[in-house]
């Protein structure tokens, strides 16, 4: 169980605070991404001021959709053992589950096919084929996490716990069940990778 976090004594932490102005400096004076992100969580944690949170995840926000669409157009890909490529990766699939619970299936899915085909984690990137092939089976939002995963499983300690990859089916019986919404986007991802080898 996940202990809950003392609002107000981190506030008046000596060390939290001198951290927190610390990263604040280094946001400013770097282009790091995850380094932004680092000081959203903890502006988050202290349920700090919702402009400025809306400021810094606009900023994350924006600049990973940069990263993609540089890693798109050049042929690059997306490495989440690189904390950098990890904030971005993080970033667009928060987007993207953002979207899917607004009902806006159609951003959420491009997002989601867009992460299957950047990242190299093979755990993650079959699960973004989940997410995607879902949403064209006309999964709802909450029927996908009520009836598909099994979010109670993860290990939030994980850097990795922040995409959900565990289900009530292993990933390949999933996919084999949604064969149908697979093969379109495996479709889709082929021209994704010739737009990539032209750009080569």
């Known amino acids: 169980m996940e202990k809950s976090i003392d609002i107000e004594a981190l506030k008046s932490d000596k060390e939290f605070q001198e951290n927190l102005k610390q990263l604040e400096e280094e946001v400013k004076t770097t282009d790091s991404l995850a380094k932004v992100y680092q000081l959203l969580d903890a502006k988050l944690a202290i349920n700090a001021d919702e402009n ?11 600049e990973s959709f940069n990263r993609v669409s540089e890693a798109i157009s050049q042929g690059g890909e997306l490495n989440l053992a690189d904390p950098e490529d990890w904030a971005a990766a993080r970033a667009i699939y928060e987007h993207a589950i953002e979207r899917y619970s607004s009902n806006d299936k159609n951003a959420a899915q491009e997002l ?12 993650v990137k079959d699960a973004m084929m989940v997410h995607a092939a879902a949403v064209g089976k006309g999964y709802s939002f909450d029927d996908f996490f009520n009836k598909l995963t099994k979010v109670e499983d993860a290990d939030f300690n994980d850097p990795m716990a922040v995409f959900v990859t565990d289900f009530v089916q292993p990933v390949d019986i999933l996919l084999e069940m949604m064969s149908e919404e697979v093969a379109a986007l495996n479709a889709r991802l082929e021209k994704l990778k010739k737009v990539q080898e032209e750009a080569k």
């Open 52 to 62: 400025e949170i809306n400021e810094l995840f606009q900023r994350v926000v924006s």
């Open 112 to 123: 989601f096919l867009a992460l299957n085909f950047l990242i190299t984690n093979p755990e």
